[in-house]
């Protein structure tokens, strides 16, 4: 393991002294705990990757740069191209639950009147109840797309209305399961690139600057050497024992959708992708003695750290990887910049959560069937979030699609995984222990 | 029979004039949600009915809990479990779209625990450019070679364009009673004009035009109501529930308008009748009073509401929203701002769709008169 070292502490530690702004205090503030955090920790690529992410803001904000906020289930490739500085705004819910400081500001947005964790989200809620106490950054741009969820367009659009900045809002098309259709029609794609292309020009309207086309197509190669190293990780997971702990994954995730089209990015995804190769080549397992694979089809439980440890250390399980985690976009053409819009066009539509979660009930079963099938899954774990209305309302078919299909169990329990005030660790500890050992071992 | 009580036949959910549609082997397909372009469906000659669950007893959902979850509205938890117990076998099939997470993930439960003989969704989109009108045109026309396809009718652009003609009077005549609402001593309740609407979408529109038409015609010849204490507008999400509406007009709020699906937002705006009917039928669909899924129109809603406290020289407002409704909640958290800087008083409900407690929402509304009239 190695450490993040004296020297290197100091100099990160450095980076992040003098005024960010007014706005970006809480922002601050996360870095410099997570920098912490991170002293006592293994320090990966992605940690890097991280720590490398906070610094970005203030140095947008010196340098002049716009920052553009966006949303979770969008790849900010596009906003590299541009030279804007992207915040993907779910990493303050994220990041603040371990810490657990989102709950205050979960209590501010429910004094305010702004929803309740059963309604809306606090994937995004917090957002407002830091913008009430001027701890939310203020972004230059703002962009949302329709789907996966309400909450989305929701949040976003009450924040838009309280910091009234320019704001782009894309339309991911819902359409019909029906087997004898393409899944990507050539009306989709059309409505899909001509859309993209819509969002380029109101970014070039914007900060007054056109895409720089040889940029665009080096970006996109990057988020493409990504996207490889990310197929080939998830293919490695097969393997059995699986090669990577619990939380591998998730770090493919946070690579793509907030340094996607970056250097950063394919260097955390070539990272684990030769950890995982080097570990089946080794017959090294992510958990020693693994004796149970989990698929784990929704988010993680944010404000519980040690829970993937737990459950390896406990029962010698391994969960192979959370709804985010598994990454399915596919590389594609980028000979041209005609190409590279259709293949934006696909990555929109196919990214995290959204790929499974915009369309019918279809899309989620058969994702976690496979998943399931592929994986040589021993259970299913299910942590919904309360609010999460498109996704709590599907995992029973789903649960009975795996349970009749292929004999599979499945444990769904309710909680907020970025508020553990609603349902704590001990309550998810015991769930998860009883199912495992009464149900599945 | 008065018009009223000839409408409100119209009420239970299987009544007799789906009855006596269905004994002319013609189909009934039901629908959830004012983003459901009804005119393709009666160009085929099948009566679109709006899908309500006011049976849903006490509001008990075991099936509607454990399928939707007991964190989903309550609305689409009653659909659930009166599906689930066949209550909507005079239906031939279901249309819904992505009005919300919600609604299409009650499409999905329903096509697996309590299925019919036939399903469609379709796709609205979010948003309103040039772009999403073209794909919306996509997909009604997607839709209506569906229910070619599937029920074995054409729907040429005569029939598109007479059904669009005999729906947009029934809008022409609901605007005419909203203006007689505008009077001093207005000459119908609200409980009365949510009854109304409530049977339009519930009966064939032909006959509910007729009706709507002698209704009106008695209602410009009657006395208005004048012992009424506040003048209110009620702004909100899917209610069909009368029960709300007269425990607000017991306690002397007079409803006189409305932003609500089953209200302005379901009938306010035409189609334009000279343009190709599936391009019209999309840019008015598109282009209507939104619901708050809608984004980027936040600002068109607030003003639309605004304009109408004033036309409607309204008292006071309520806001009402449905447990656990992620829409409405979201959308209320704005309007209450603008209400404040317009110095409207408002008072804000949080329901269930079956009525219970009304004994609460009594004491909250009554206190509510009493500001209004202090004022």
Request: glycine share 6%; charged share 25%; hydrophobic share 40%.
């Amino acid at each position: 393991m190695k450490l993040l070292d004296e020297e290197t502490f100091k100099k990160y530690k450095k980076m992040g002294r003098g005024a960010w702004g007014k706005d970006l205090a809480l922002w601050k503030t996360m870095y410099m705990g997570m920098l912490n955090v991170f002293k006592e920790e293994d320090f990966t690529p992605v940690v890097e990757m991280m720590i490398n992410m906070f610094l970005e803001l203030p140095k947008a904000r010196k340098e002049g740069k716009s920052i553009i906020m966006y949303p979770f289930n969008y790849g900010p490739e596009i906003f590299y191209a541009m030279d804007l500085a992207p915040l993907m705004q779910e990493v303050f819910s994220v990041g603040l639950a371990p810490l657990h400081i989102n709950e205050p500001y979960i209590d501010v947005t429910n004094e305010i009147g702004y929803g309740d964790t059963p309604t809306l989200c606090n994937a995004q809620r917090p957002l407002i109840g830091a913008h009430m106490q001027g701890a939310a950054p203020v972004p230059d741009l703002l962009f949302f797309t329709s789907t996966p969820c309400n909450a989305i367009a929701m949040t976003y659009q009450v924040f838009q209305q309280l910091i009234n900045i320019p704001t782009f809002n894309m339309d991911l098309p819902y359409w019909a399961y029906d087997q004898d259709n393409e899944f990507y029609d050539e009306k989709t794609m059309d409505y899909m690139i001509r859309q993209t292309k819509e969002l380029v020009s109101w970014l070039e309207k914007e900060i007054n600057q056109k895409l720089d086309e040889e940029k665009f197509l080096q970006t996109m190669k990057l988020v493409n050497e990504a996207r490889e190293n990310v197929m080939e990780f998830n293919e490695l997971l097969k393997n059995v024992p699986c090669p990577m702990p619990s939380i591998a994954g998730f770090g493919n995730y946070l690579a793509m959708v907030t340094r996607g089209g970056t250097p950063d990015a394919v260097k955390v995804t070539k990272y684990l992708r030769d950890e995982a190769a080097q570990n089946v080549k080794n017959g090294i397992a992510g958990v020693p003695d693994e004796k149970i694979r989990i698929a784990w089809p929704y988010t993680h439980v944010f404000f519980d750290r040690d829970l993937l440890t737990f459950i390896e250390e406990t029962f010698q399980a391994v969960v192979i990887m959370d709804l985010l985690g598994y990454y399915p976009v596919m590389p594609h053409d980028v000979s041209t910049v005609e190409k590279c819009y259709e293949g934006e066009a696909i990555a929109a539509l196919d990214f995290s959560m959204v790929g499974t979660c915009r369309g019918p009930v279809e899309f989620y079963v058969d994702f976690v069937l496979n998943y399931v099938k592929e994986y040589k899954i021993d259970c299913v774990i299910i942590p919904m979030q309360f609010a999460c209305k498109h996704a709590y309302a599907i995992t029973r078919i789903a649960a009975e699609a795996v349970r009749e299909q292929l004999g599979i169990p499945t444990l769904i329990f309710g909680c907020d995984p970025y508020d553990s005030r609603e349902v704590s660790s001990e309550t998810i500890r015991e769930r998860i222990s009883e199912f495992l050992t009464q149900v599945v071992i | 029979m008065t018009v009223m009580e000839k409408l409100s036949q119209a009420l239970p959910l299987a009544n007799p004039w789906i009855e006596s549609w269905r004994s002319e082997g013609k189909k009934v397909l039901g629908y959830f949600c004012t983003y459901i372009p009804e005119e393709i469906i009666y160009a085929a000659d099948i009566l679109p009915v709006r899908v309500r669950a006011r049976t849903c007893g006490a509001g008990d959902t075991p099936m509607g809990d454990a399928y939707m979850t007991p964190t989903a509205c309550s609305y689409t938890r009653c659909c659930l479990e009166l599906a689930n117990q066949n209550q909507y076998d005079f239906l031939d099939g279901i249309v819904s779209c992505n009005s919300c997470d919600q609604i299409r993930r009650l499409y999905d439960n329903i096509r697996y625990k309590a299925p019919f003989p036939y399903h469609y969704i379709m796709g609205v989109p979010g948003c309103v450019s040039d772009t999403t009108h073209e794909w919306f045109g996509h997909e009604l026309t997607k839709f209506k070679e569906n229910l070619e396809k599937n029920f074995e009718v054409t729907i040429s652009d005569d029939k598109l364009k007479k059904a669009i003609q005999v729906y947009n009077k029934s809008r022409t005549l609901l605007k005419e009673i909203y203006e007689l609402r505008k009077r001093d001593n207005p000459p119908i309740t609200g409980t009365d004009v949510l009854n109304i609407i409530s049977a339009g979408i519930s009966m064939p529109r032909d006959q509910f035009n007729d009706l709507l038409t002698q209704q009106l015609q008695e209602l410009k010849e009657k006395d208005g109501i004048s012992d009424y204490r506040a003048r209110i507008m009620i702004v909100g999400s899917m209610l069909d529930e009368p029960e709300y509406m007269k425990v607000i007009e017991d306690l002397g709020g007079l409803v006189v308008t409305d932003s609500q699906c089953l209200g302005t937002r379901y009938f306010w705006d035409l189609i334009d009748e000279n343009k190709n009917p599936i391009n019209a039928i999309g840019e008015r669909y598109l282009s209507k009073i939104s619901c708050p899924r809608m984004t980027g129109k936040y600002t068109e809603r607030e003003d639309f509401m605004v304009k109408l406290i004033k036309e409607f020289n309204v008292d006071g407002v309520i806001l009402q929203r449905m447990k656990f409704c992620i829409l409405w909640w979201a959308e209320i958290f704005l309007l209450r701002n603008r209400l404040k800087e317009e110095g409207i008083p408002f008072l804000e409900l949080e329901r269930e769709y079956i009525l219970s407690g009304a004994g609460a929402m009594k004491t909250r509304v009554q206190t509510f008169m009493e500001i209004l009239e202090a004022r």
